[in-house]
């Protein structure tokens, strides 16, 4: 098994509202960006379902320098629906409980990972809320 220490939450960077699918999320990176395979462990749907993309044991391509070591949670969203595309928290209250279920079986399996948003360690505003809201979880 790698290491992992950090779980680094993600926002899909679409519009409030719009659907993702991890097969939408899987073309964009490995089609359109060349990547070897999808970016992210876990995309959050709209409706709170949870979908696994990688394999936990394969190091996931979502924040440069961090990879190695960490899994990625994403949901779809974290945009307002203006043309500038400005950060919005617009997790769905059954994201929010997604991230509290998904966060709890992280922490069981990697307790000693902690977490964090991608835009502790990238200039971006990705993933649009404050992820230490869900701190308790780790402790
Ligand atoms: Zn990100």
């Known amino acids: 098994m790698r290491e992992i220490n950090r779980i680094i939450c ?16 899987r073309r964009m ?9 999808i970016g992210y462990h876990y995309l959050i749907y709209l409706d709170g379902t949870i979908h696994q993309c990688l394999d936990e044991s394969i190091p996931g391509i979502h924040c440069s320098g961090y990879n190695k070591h960490s899994i990625a949670v994403c949901y779809v969203g974290g945009c ?3 043309a500038k595309l400005t950060e919005k928290d617009t997790r769905t209250p059954a994201q ?17 990972a902690t977490l964090h948003g991608h835009r502790e360690f990238a200039a971006k505003a990705c993933p649009s809320f404050n992820v230490h809201e869900y701190d308790y979880i780790f402790k």
């Open 96 to 112: 929010k409980e997604a991230f509290v279920k998904i966060l709890t079986e992280l922490h069981k399996r990697y307790p000693q």
């Open 80 to 82: 307002a629906r203006d």
């Open 10 to 25: 993600h926002c899909t960077a679409t519009p409030e509202g719009r659907v993702q699918t991890v097969e939408d999320i």
């Open 29 to 37: 990176h490995v089609k359109d960006n060349h990547w070897s395979h």
